[in-house]
T-cell receptor
Framework: AQTVTQSQPEMSVQEAETVTLSCTYD???????LFWYKQPPSRQMILVIR??????QNATENRFSVNFQKAAKSFSLKISDSQLGDTAMYFC????????????FGKGTKLSVKP | GAGVSQSPSNKVTEKGKDVELRCDPI?????LYWYRQRLGQGLEFLIY????????KSGLPSDRFSAERTGESVSTLTIQRTQQEDSAVYLC??????????????FGEGSWLTVV
């Protein structure tokens, strides 16, 4: 069975600074997707970034980038130039190709961006 | 619709009562998913629909839980004889195709169920 571990329950960062959220996963699969979702107080889960395991290049979306280390089964999220609106719960998720939408989520990291 | 819509937003019910939670997916999305999020936890996958069919119901926590989808649109998650451990946010999501083909899953804002 796959598991996703987020070892940082809470983090804080000053506005405009950079923060990195950690995620490790365990799987015997070779073909899968990894995701970071953001959940603000409104509760809606918003996709931040996704990575296909077969791609060696790290995914980037504006201020958000990942460090994908397949051998180490690590998938960290870096947020650059943090903004107050980045304050939210961040969830790392794993999905095996062909698993029909069965996203396996970590327990989340609560990020607070301070002015 | 513009996004995934869920109702009710919040529901408080007495232990032992039945509840129905509704999900309207994004128009045209053939795949629909239900997840449960307990307080302070990540999401648990419950069930998915491709069209009106649910090929795998093994994620449902017990036989008190059931889900259906009609017209390849609206879905209802029903919890019978609710228990306090059913208290959670129930999130619905939809996607254009099955995500293994690379499509994004879009989530609703969830239905917060409290069983007292």
């Amino acid at each position: 069975a796959q598991t996703v571990t987020q070892s940082q329950p809470e983090m804080s960062v000053q506005e405009a600074e950079t923060v990195t959220l950690s995620c490790t996963y365990d799987t015997s699969e070779s073909n899968y997707y990894l995701f970071w979702y953001k959940q603000p107080p409104s509760r809606q889960m918003i996709l931040v970034i996704r990575q296909e395991a077969y791609k060696q290049q790290n995914a980037t979306e504006n201020r958000f980038s990942v460090n994908f280390q397949k051998a180490a089964k690590s998938f960290s999220l870096k947020i650059s130039d943090s903004q107050l609106g980045d304050t939210a719960m961040y969830f790392c998720a794993f999905m095996r190709v062909g698993s029909q939408g069965n996203l396996i989520f970590g327990k989340g990291t609560k990020l607070s961006v301070k002015p | 619709g513009a996004g995934v819509s869920q109702s009710p937003s919040n529901k408080v019910t007495e232990k032992g009562k039945d509840v129905e939670l509704r999900c309207d997916p994004i128009s045209g999305h053939t795949a629909l998913y239900w997840y449960r999020q307990r307080l302070g936890q990540g999401l648990e996958f419950l069930i998915y629909f491709q069209g009106n069919s649910a090929p795998d119901k093994s994620g449902l926590p017990s036989d008190r839980f059931s889900a259906e989808r009609t017209g390849e649109s609206v879905s209802t998650l029903t919890i019978q004889r609710t228990q306090q451990e059913d208290s959670a946010v129930y999130l619905c999501a939809s996607s254009l195709w099955l995500p293994s083909s690379g499509n994004t899953i879009y989530f609703g804002e969830g239905s917060w169920l409290t069983v007292v």
